[in-house]
């Protein structure tokens, strides 16, 4: 299999910081956004961004801004699609997706995912951590999709579907697990106070 493309999804609404681009408040020398890129892009062999409205507030940023093709705010999964229709035109068979707020996600989360999914008939994959309650927790926003589903992942968004595990269990997604160590690999940022402490992380 090809190595992946990369998409960051920074479409949501940041209601609780407030509105406005999480990914572009500032988190050490740069941005939150700045931090995810630095992590993902070693891992793809090419990047882009998810993101509604005006692109030119992300002109600083090298990678291209694909906006949802669904209407209305749909969630994560709009963000999948329009990663999905772009690496299709680039002749790509998966992406991996990541969120614009979690500066910590694990370096080995390309190679973890793709393992998760190898054997299956689509290669579909969520990033997970053990979780003591629930066994594991899954991070919907970071995963493995495969381009073969995309119009499948489109006509279950246009029939109102929005919960990425509906769909990612519909379809037997992998699950890539990864350790909890002194931080939580997938902390990531909705309010000042985790803004905060992401600061107290990277010192």
Known sequence: MKQPLGVILAGGLA??????DKGLLALGRGTLLDHVIDRLEPQVAGLALNANGDPSRFDRFRPPVLPDSIEGYAGPLAGVLAGLDWAAEQGAETIVTAAADTPFFPPDLVPQLLLAAEGME???ALAATPDPERGVARHPTFGLWPVALRDDLRAALQGGLRKV???????GAGQAIFPVGAIDPFFNVNTPED???AQEMLA
Not at 15 to 20: A, E, I, N, Q
Not at 165 to 171: F, L, Y
């Open 165 to 171: 595990v509906i769909w990612t269990e519909a379809h």
């Open 15 to 20: 209601t609780r910081m407030g509105g406005g």
């Open 195 to 197: 803004l905060a402490r």
């Open 122 to 124: 689509h290669p579909l």
